[in-house]
Every structure is written in C-alpha cells, then in structure tokens.
C-alpha cells in the first residue's frame, strides 16, 4: 500500500515537473515556441551542424513556424530568441537598465567568472576604458607599420611555402601580433607555445558542453587552464622583474594592480588578457579568411579593391613609403568590403542578455530572469532590408554608414557595449588586404567549405596558393 502510494506521489510529482517545463509561469503572454525535453530543452538542435550560408536551421525553422520572436531553451536555461529588428535594438539601448550582459554557464566556465563580458555597470566601463587604451585610435596610428611589417613578411613567407591553409595561418600571424602588443609575447623564443593553448581551447568552445575526459568541451576547458597557468606565471615573473618603462598592455594592468584603492583585482586581470587574446586572433583570422574566399568567388569585387589600393600606390610622392593613417581611412571601399564580410560571415552567432525584470514588447512578456539571445544572422538576411541578401555585394554599403552598429547591422555588437575592438579588427583587415593585393596573386587549392556548429568554421581547411605580381 505504501509502496503504491509513494509510487503515485513519484509519478504525479514527475507530470507536475514536465508540465510546468513545457509550460514556463508567466505575468502575461510569453512568446510561441517549445521548451523541448525537460532539463536537455532544444540544446541538441541548437548545436547540430550544418553547411548553409543562409540563416541557421534551428533559427529558421522557429521563424517560420512561431515568428520572429520565441521562446527555447538552451542548456537547461529558458530563453528568449529575437529576430525581431526592433526588439534587438530594444534590447541593446536598455542595457543595464532592462538587460545586462549574460551567458550561459557552460561560456561562463570558459571565459572566467571575472570575464570583461559578464561583469556590469561601472565595473564594465572601467575595463573598457582601460581597453581603448590599447585599441584607441591614437594608439592605432602607431600600430599601421607594426601592422603593415608583420603582413609583408608573412605573404613573403607564405609564398614561399605554397599552399598553405589560410586560417591557421592568418591566426597565428594575428595571433603573434595581438600577443606582443598584449604582453611581448615572442612565440620564436618562448619555451611554452601559448597559441597551441587557445587552438585546444577553440577546438571545443562551440561544442555540446559535456565535461568528460575525451570530449571537445573537456579539452577547451584544458587548453584554457593551460593558457591561464601561463598568463599568471608572465604576471608574476613582471611583478619580481618590474620594468623601468611602460612597454605593453601587461605593464599598463601591472600599473592599475598596483594603484591604492583599485578595481582591478589578479583574476579580473587574467580573464581580461585571456579574452583580448582570443577576441583579437580568432575573430579577425575567420574574417579574413572568408574575405578571401568572397574574393575568390567575386571576380569583379577583387578588381574593384584592388583599383582602390593601387591608386593608394601610384598617389604617393614617394613609391616606396609606409602606408600612413589618411591612406587607411581613404580606404571607402575597403570598408564596404569588409562591412559586406562579416554581414555574410556572421561570425558570431547570437549575443546573450538577461531581462531584470519582466518586461512587455509587442504584445508578448519576456520574464525576469529569462535569457535573451539576438541574433545578428537573421538580421543580416533580412531580404526586407538587404536585397538578395545571400548575394555578396559592397556596393550595398554606398550610401550607408560605415562605423558603428544599427538595427540591421549588428557584426560588432550594438549599445554600449559595442566592441571596443572593431577599429583594431578592421585596421588588421584592410592593412592585410592592401598588402595582398597590390604585390600578391592567389588561387584556392582545396577546401573552403564553411561548417556552422553555430560558429563560423573552415573545418576542412581553406587551402590558397599565394604568388608574386
């Protein structure tokens, strides 16, 4: 009898539970969708590969069968997804007053609990101001020859060594780059090899996040630990050795560290360094790497920039000189091109915020608490904004602002924290390209084939074969 009762408690207390999962409370109408299975929700379909450069599957099928808003859950977390231009903007402009900065627990995990994009407020602003430091552009303007340096000699190498596979070999240019200027890194005299770190760590981030020996998520999870244990060790060896003069972005942290009264705290310190690393090398290196492949499948486009930055030669009083700041910014359709890249990359494929309170938008409720994912791939395709939006087009970008975020262009972020990183992304991208262009032929060889796992990937290798004009 009492096992017949404890049995029907079980089962009546397991349907309430299923019930309430399929059926989230809220203070109004919540947005169409499905909540999936209890506790997994729709994490699997959400991860699943695919080879479309349109919008992802799990978005698109959502779109069309619920509208542009709905709700899902990810990793046990309800969610909000917006499509919806409006909403996203909505969402951007109330940032810390309706929103705040969230992500789930698995990036979390990954990125630091102390990580520049999980903390809010005035905290925020603080780091961020100590990041435009280095990304400014005033400190921009010094960096175009130590930019343009580093890309001569890397297509000279490159070369040389025909085929080679451009993303990883854009990475670790990017890479060696952004690690000098973050804490002198030399990765030819170094006796650890940081960048094979972060490849681990690459390898698993957009990965089902399962943390079993073995497993994609496991090794990113090593590969940050590894990476972080190497960071601490630089720092405590700068503070034994403490430098006479300020020479990279550690000694400028070293300095706020040890100001009386300051913010900054060692953990803060060590997730920041850990982001800017991969932010600045991964990002960038698939942006360029799919802008050679637009450039390979668009002919009359390669012709365009390159009529562009041969007048930048031929205008110079002197033949042989460095580029110069007014030559970068003179770069109008270099700009387009790269505008048109990551719209059609869409490298990032959703930014994540948390609502504070329960909050009313188009008839529907998003609860407090629920997380919200905008995303920019739907933004991006929108046929009612971007005709032929699959089509790759620069010339799209004409009459359009070329800086900052709106609410159909959302590749570098949007509200106040738009990446502080985008001028540093495309000073990278258009100095590469100039170097390219004007002393370099290329033809791909093999591969290029474009894997969303929602991320933007080149598993199979993007193999190009470089020459001398």
């Avoid at 017949?4 to 059926?23: C, D, M, P, Q, R």
């Avoid at 998520?217 to 590894?226: H, I, V």
């Avoid at 106040?416 to 032929?441: I, N, P, S, W």
């Amino acid at each position: 009898m009492w096992l017949l009762l404890i049995g029907a408690i079980v089962v009546l207390s397991f349907t309430h539970w299923v019930y309430s999962w399929i059926n989230p409370k809220c203070n109004g109408k919540l947005p169409p969708g499905s909540m999936g299975l209890p506790l997994l929700g729709e994490t699997l379909q959400f991860f699943a590969p695919n080879t479309s450069s349109d919008i992802p599957p799990f978005i698109r099928k959502r779109m069309d069968r619920y509208g542009p808003i709905f709700r899902t859950s990810l990793v046990g977390r309800p969610l909000i997804v917006s499509t919806d231009p409006d909403l996203n903007h909505f969402i951007f402009q109330q940032e810390g007053q309706l929103f705040q900065s969230w992500y789930p627990d698995t990036f979390t995990e990954i990125f630091g609990r102390q990580n520049v994009g999980s903390l809010h407020g005035f905290m925020y602003k603080y780091l961020k101001n100590m990041v435009l430091h280095l990304f400014g552009p005033e400190s921009l303007k010094k960096m175009i020859p130590e930019v343009e340096a580093v890309a001569t000699r890397r297509l000279k190498q490159w070369s040389s060594h025909n085929p080679v596979e451009l993303k990883d070999k854009t990475a670790s240019m990017i890479f060696d780059l952004t690690a000098k200027k973050l804490i002198s890194y030399d990765s030819e005299n170094s006796s650890e090899n940081l960048r094979d770190n972060f490849v681990a760590f690459i390898q698993g981030l957009i990965s089902f996040p399962l943390n079993v020996p073995g497993t994609a998520y496991n090794k990113c999870l090593q590969g940050r630990k590894k990476a972080m244990r190497m960071l601490k060790n630089m720092l405590q060896e700068r503070r034994t050795n403490p430098r006479k003069q300020r020479i990279d972005f550690f000694d400028f942290v070293l300095e706020e560290l040890e100001k009386d009264g300051t913010l900054l705290t060692e953990e803060i310190a060590l997730d920041l360094m850990f982001v800017l690393l991969f932010a600045s090398f991964e990002t960038t290196s698939l942006a360029i790497t799919a802008a050679i492949k637009f450039l390979l499948n668009n002919p009359h486009v390669l012709e365009e920039l390159t009529a562009e930055h041969e007048g930048i030669l031929k205008r110079r009083e002197i033949s042989d000189s460095r580029l110069t700041w007014g030559e970068y910014k003179s770069m109008t359709f270099t700009f387009q091109f790269i505008n048109e890249t990551v719209r059609l990359a869409n490298i990032v494929p959703g930014i994540f915020r948390k609502a504070l309170k329960d909050i009313e938008f188009k008839g529907y409720t998003i609860p407090s608490g629920w997380a919200v994912m905008v995303c920019p791939p739907a933004v991006h395709l929108n046929p009612e904004k971007y005709v032929d939006p699959l089509a790759f087009n620069p010339w799209r970008w004409e009459k359009s602002e070329l800086n900052g975020g709106s609410k159909h262009f959302m590749a570098f972020g949007g509200g106040m924290r738009f990446c502080v990183g985008t001028d540093f992304t495309k000073v990278q991208m258009a100095v590469f390209l100039h170097c390219l262009v004007t002393k370099y032929r290329f033809k791909a060889i093999k591969g290029g084939n474009i894997i969303r796992t929602p991320g933007l990937q080149f598993p199979d290798g993007f193999h190009v074969q470089i020459m001398e004009k």
